[in-house]
């Protein structure tokens, strides 16, 4: 009885754990079908260098309306951020400042971010002066053609048909020591 109770018990574990690694909603779990994560996931953003400075242009995701471009500019040679310079930012057909947000930290509204849809490209030329030099980069910010999605995970009725089985024979298990363990203890009490 011992020997069946260990078998059972195995048996019930061995269950469980394969209902985990089983596939579910349409993924195989091997190697053949593995993506990257969406790059919907951060905002979009647009990389330019020189041999003087490098910027990253990232589009504040506010409301559709009255979104900003957040431009980071740096020296290229050592990464410190570029301060006090003044940028011009041509998009659209509209060329506007930058005003300086924090060290290195340049923002500008401009209409063409207002009208961009998803999927769309956004062609940037931005000049930066300094006291001691000047560039013009140039660049394009690309908005992801699709949102992210925002589906949760869910699991079929098969799996949990799985966990029950396992969860009714571990409960069988159970029950079967408990009575197995009284019948035991009555015999050795008489």
């Known amino acids: 009885m011992h020997r069946f109770f ?5 048996l019930a574990a061995g269950l469980l754990g394969s209902s985990m690694a089983s596939a579910h909603g349409g993924e195989d779990h091997g190697d053949e079908g593995k993506r990257l994560a969406p790059a919907t996931a951060i905002a979009p ?3 330019a260098q020189s041999d003087d400075f490098e910027l990253v242009a990232l589009l504040d995701e506010g409301p559709s309306k009255n979104r900003r471009l957040l431009i980071t500019v740096d020296r290229f040679k050592t990464n410190e951020p570029v301060v006090g310079a003044r940028l011009e930012v041509d998009a659209g057909g509209q060329n506007l400042p930058a005003q300086e947000q924090s060290p290195g930290v340049y923002g500008v509204q401009l209409a063409a971010l207002d009208s961009l849809a998803p999927g769309a490209r956004l062609p940037l030329t931005i000049s930066v002066e300094t006291a001691d030099g000047s560039d013009l980069l140039t660049t394009t910010l690309e908005l992801a053609a699709n949102a992210p999605s925002d589906t949760a995970h869910s699991h ?6 799985v966990w029950a089985a396992g969860a009714a024979l571990i409960l069988a298990a159970a029950i079967l020591l408990a009575v197995r363990r009284r019948h035991v203890t009555k015999r050795t009490l008489s």
Not at 6 to 10: F, P
Not at 156 to 161: G, K, L
């Open 45 to 47: 953003r647009a990389l």
């Open 6 to 10: 260990i078998l059972l018990c195995l």
């Open 156 to 161: 079929s009725r098969a799996e949990y048909a």
